[in-house]
T-cell receptor, first 113, second 111 residues
Framework: NAGVTQTPKFRVLKTGQSMTLLCAQD?????MYWYRQDPGMGLRLIHY???????AKGEVPDGYNVSRLKKQNFLLGLESAAPSQTSVYFC????????????FGQGTRLTVV | DAKTTQPTSMDCAEGRAANLPCNHS???????VYWYRQIHSQGPQYIIH???NNETNEMASLIITEDRKSSTLILPHATLRDTAVYYC????????????FGKGTHLIIQP
């Protein structure tokens, strides 16, 4: 049982390049989330999804797009990377029921130069 | 959004109970309080959550005041591996909207 798996774990991008971060969960969770964490800060919600084919904006959605074509996968895209997007990105998933725990991946460390 | 307030850092001796406080005066009556921790730069790890009653699991105990304005996470016998940042968090606006993370409490377990 892998839980929540993020790919890749590390990446260096040049300004203006694009990339996609993949999150996969094998727990049949309805809800999935993308967060970013900057040094010394808590996690901030970028986008989330309440089910296959649906997505919604979080606190800091600008510069990112997401897609959830399959229930188990949640993709985060950067169309034109900027240095301000240098961060550690965490994916999480949970059941839809209130009062249930969220499971987090191990993170993707992204550096934009 | 349910805002929480936690001390920036705390120390605790190994083998002693670590008591981490959290104020959440704006939490509404049907919102859960969740505790997660983050060890170094790993992904956050769920610890426990509660609504009104005190809760206990294999990792910790959660004591919630009757007015629900504050809570305390208790690690009964802290070990060096419990050194981490502990987050007391409430939901952003409902279960589907994700969790609202603050800066948490950096708990340092001293040998």
């Amino acid at each position: 049982n892998a839980g929540v798996t993020q790919t890749p774990k590390f990446r260096v991008l040049k300004t203006g390049q694009s990339m996609t971060l993949l999150c996969a969960q094998d727990m049949n969770h309805e809800y999935m989330y993308w967060y970013r964490q900057d040094p010394g800060m808590g996690l901030r919600l970028i986008h989330y999804s309440v089910g296959e084919g649906t997505t919604a904006k979080g606190e800091v959605p600008d510069g990112y797009n997401v897609s959830r074509l399959k229930k188990q996968n949640f993709l985060l895209g950067l169309e034109s990377a900027a240095p301000s997007q240098t961060s550690v990105y965490f994916c999480a998933s949970s059941f839809r029921d209130r009062g249930t725990e969220a499971f987090f991946g191990q993170g993707t460390r992204l550096t934009v130069v | 959004d349910a805002k929480t307030t936690q001390p920036t850092s705390m120390d605790c001796a190994e083998g002693r109970a670590a008591n981490l406080p959290c104020n959440h005066s704006t939490i509404s009556g049907n919102e859960y309080v969740y505790w997660y921790r983050q060890i170094h730069s790993q992904g956050p790890q769920y610890i426990i959550h509660g609504l009104k009653n005190n809760e206990t699991n294999e990792m910790a105990s959660l004591i919630i005041t009757e007015d629900r304005k504050s809570s305390t996470l208790i690690l009964p016998h802290a070990t060096l591996r419990d050194t981490a940042v502990y987050y007391c968090i409430g939901p952003r606006g409902g279960g589907a909207d994700g969790l609202t993370f603050g800066k948490g409490t950096h708990l340092i377990i001293q040998p």
